[in-house]
C-alpha cells in the first residue's frame, strides 16, 4: 500500500467534482480493521452440479492444483499481504468440496497464517454426512464457515431437503458457523420460499435467499425484497458531515440502488483479490465474474514471488453490479488520505 505523493494528482482533481456524498463504505469489519482484506480463491473450476446459471458456464476447465502451486499461493500471500490486520479467505469454485481430504490440507495451511481471521468454504453441500461429520471433527470452534447453497434443480425431493438439513444441524449443533443460502429465480420463488421457511424452523435464522445473477432475473431481482438477518447487514456506508450510518447487505444494497459510487477512491486490488483456478489474479470478484479479464496472468499466484503492484484506483462504474464488490473499501479523497497518510 505504498503510494508515491503525486498519486494520480491529476486524476483527483478531474474527479472530484463528480464524487457523491459517501465518506465510505465497504464491509463492516474496516471500521475496526482498515486494513481488511478479502481474498477469494476459485480453487477449481470442476463440479458435480451443472445449474443453467453458473457464471462457468460450459467453459469449465479441468484443473486442480498442485502441491507446489500451492505452497507459491501460501508464501505469495505472506509476500503481499503481511501487514494486514484481517483477512478473510474466501474457498470457492467449482465445488471445492471436489478436492475431499485435500481440502482440510489447505484448510489447515491457511490456518497457520497469522493475520487469516476467517476462512469461507463455499459448497453445494452434496458431500455424504459421514464426510460432514469428518469436517466437523477437525474444525469445531474454529474460524472456518460453510456457505452452503441450496440448489433447487437438485434438492429437488423430500429426502433431499431432509439430507441437507441434517447436515446444517450437525455443523449448527457442533459449533461450526454454517450459513444456507436457497437460490431463488422467478421460476422457482414459491418452493424457494417454502423450503427457507422449512431450513429456519429447524435451524433458526440460518437460511436465506440467493438471487440467481443472471440477466433473465433482473427484473425480479430488483423488485422482491428479502428478509435479512442483522448480522448479515455487513455492508456500511457513511455520509459527509453525517454522523448516521447504513448498515445494509449486498442484496438490499442493489435493489435500494445504492451501489453508486463514481468518483470514489476504490481499494479494489489492494483490499480484495481473486485468484483463478489456474493462479490468474484479479483486482476484484468483478472483475473475475464479469470483466473475465486478469490483472496479471495465470500462472500469476501459482508461480514463485508474484508480487501485485496495485494501487488505488479513482471508481469509474456507475454501479457496482457484483455483490461481493460492493465489500471493497471505497472513499472520498479527503477521507482516504486522512485514514492512510501514514502509508504516503
Request: charge should be positive; glycine fraction near 2%; include cysteine.
Amino acid at each position: 500500500m505504498k503510494l508515491g505523493l503525486n498519486f494520480f494528482i491529476e486524476e483527483l482533481v478531474s474527479y472530484e467534482f463528480k464524487m457523491n456524498n459517501i465518506e465510505y463504505t465497504g464491509h463492516c469489519l474496516m471500521e475496526e480493521y482498515p486494513t481488511y482484506t478479502r481474498i477469494s480463491w476459485n480453487a477449481l473450476e470442476e463440479c458435480n452440479y451443472n445449474c443453467w446459471y453458473c457464471y462457468l458456464g460450459n467453459n469449465k476447465r479441468s484443473k486442480l492444483i498442485t502441491d507446489v502451486e500451492f505452497r507459491n499461493l501460501i508464501d505469495n500471500i505472506l509476500l503481499n499481504f503481511f501487514d494486514r490486520e484481517y483477512i478473510k479467505f474466501v474457498i470457492t469454485g467449482g465445488e471445492p468440496t471436489y478436492y475431499d481430504l485435500k481440502l482440510f490440507e489447505f484448510i489447515d495451511s491457511l490456518l497457520k497464517i497469522r493475520n487469516i481471521k476467517e476462512i469461507i468454504i463455499h459448497t453445494n453441500f452434496s458431500k455424504p454426512f459421514s464426510w460432514w461429520k469428518l469436517f466437523v471433527s477437525k474444525y469445531a470452534k474454529k474460524p472456518v464457515e460453510v456457505n452452503a447453497t441450496c440448489h433447487l434443480e437438485y434438492i429437488n425431493s423430500d429426502k433431499n431437503i431432509s439430507e441437507f438439513i441434517d447436515k446444517l444441524v450437525l455443523l449448527n449443533s457442533n459449533n461450526v458457523r454454517v450459513f444456507c443460502w436457497v437460490m431463488i429465480d422467478q421460476n422457482n420463488k414459491d418452493v424457494a420460499v417454502n423450503i427457507r421457511e422449512r431450513i429456519n424452523t429447524v435451524v433458526p435464522e440460518k437460511a436465506n435467499f440467493k438471487f440467481i445473477q443472471h440477466p433473465s432475473t433482473l427484473n425480479f431481482y430488483e423488485k422482491n425484497k428479502q428478509f435479512v438477518f442483522s448480522d448479515k447487514k455487513n455492508v456500511v456506508l457513511k455520509y459527509i458531515n453525517n454522523d448516521n450510518k447504513l448498515y445494509l447487505n449486498a442484496d438490499e444494497l442493489i435493489i435500494e440502488n445504492y451501489n453508486k459510487y463514481l468518483g470514489l477512491i476504490c481499494t479494489r486490488g489492494i483490499n480484495q483479490i481473486a485468484v483463478d483456478a489456474y493462479g490468474a489474479v484479479y483486482t476484484s470478484e468483478c472483475q473475475w465474474v464479469l470483466d473475465r479479464v486478469p490483472e496479471i496472468e495465470a500462472p500469476g499466484f501459482y508461480s514463485k514471488n508474484c508480487i501485485l503492484n496495485i494501487k488505488p484506483t479513482i471508481c469509474y462504474r456507475q454501479h457496482c453490479k457484483h455483490p461481493s464488490d460492493i465489500y471493497i473499501p471505497k472513499y472520498n479523497i479527503k477521507s482516504y488520505v486522512k485514514r492512510f497518510k501514514h502509508t504516503i
